[in-house]
């Protein structure tokens, strides 16, 4: 089992920036990918970001150029850099990780899921 806990969100102004983290526990060994996620109220969760085991990164078209994920291996902590925000980012984000061999960037392709960190972006 992998534990995955999000912190970092909060309510921000447009154009600003918040960092969002998520910490593992568990069996962090068998984690092929790991990304974060979002839901927007009344709407379905969607890819954001994702690391492969190796490093490679992937973005939603979305995100891409203002977001940025990264890992801190030795401190097994998962983290989402979110600059430039608008109001459409706000959504409850979501820690996800992966333990198949070939995973999807898409939500059904995860595994593990944390209780997710919500973000607000005022106009």
């Known amino acids: 089992q992998v534990q995955l806990v999000e912190s970092g969100g909060g309510l921000v102004q447009t154009g600003g920036s918040l960092r969002l983290s998520c910490a593992t526990a568990?069996?962090?060994?068998?984690?092929?990918?790991m990304g974060w996620y979002r839901q927007a109220p009344g709407k379905e969760r969607e890819f954001a970001a994702a690391i492969s085991r190796e490093g490679n990164t992937y973005y939603a078209d979305s995100v891409k150029g203002r977001f940025t994920i990264s890992r801190d291996k030795p401190k097994n902590t998962l983290f989402l850099q979110m600059n430039s925000l608008k109001p459409e980012d706000t959504a409850m984000y979501y820690c996800a990780a992966c333990r198949g061999l070939l995973c999807g960037l898409g939500p059904g392709a995860m595994d593990y899921w944390g209780k997710g960190t919500l973000v607000t972006v005022s106009t």
């Open positions: 568990g069996s962090i060994f068998s984690i092929n990918a």
